[in-house]
């Protein structure tokens, strides 16, 4: 299997960290807009090639939802969002351990809530995205037949294969998203709906904030608006 772990850190948006602990065997890819960072481990890519009219928020979702487009050639993606740190250094072992070799994408499920409507009012009551933007957002689904309490899964800690049908999902899920909210997780079961492809839940070891593989995820840099 060629596994490939990857993550992003544009605007300042977070801390640069290098993995206290990382696998040799894995090839470690992080995006960036700062030409100065190095590191021993991260293979660093510019981000030039995206298109310059997506603001910083935007950049940063096409890179998350497209592994197929920009990452080398591999067979399973593990995105994780740049303000984690590693606990684990057997990445194979993981993905035995989660139980993720037989499915197509495992997350963590979402700690408070199970359906998108739900979120989408949450999101609009915290001021984290225009309340029309996901009004019409929300509107579109419901129309389309999408149901409520369909699921509800946290977006930093993913692992998905490389085949058809995820890479179907991934371009609904960055066209969702760049035609209305940047949230990515008002639209990321929607579009999982959409193919047919079950998201799978990780199971038994904490959630994405607490859990055997990640440390304690450390305070972003500053907050994107949500016009950023």
Known sequence: MKIIIYSVNIGGYDMF???KNYDPNVRYILFTDNKYFKSDIWEVNHIDFIDNNFDFRLKARYL?????KVLPKHDI???IDHCFDYKFSNVESMINEIGFKDKNIMLYQHDERNCIYKEGTKVSKLCLELPEVVDTQMLKYRNEGYPENF????SGF???KNNKIVNDFNDIWWNEIKNHSGRDQLSQVYSSWKVGLPINTIKGFGDV???KFLFTKVKHNKRWSKES
């Open 17 to 19: 960290k290098t993995p």
């Open 64 to 68: 998350k939802t497209n592994p197929h």
């Open 77 to 79: 993606s593990i995105w």
């Open 151 to 154: 699921g509800l899964f946290q």
């Open 158 to 160: 993913m692992f998905r």
């Open 209 to 211: 904030y607490s859990n």
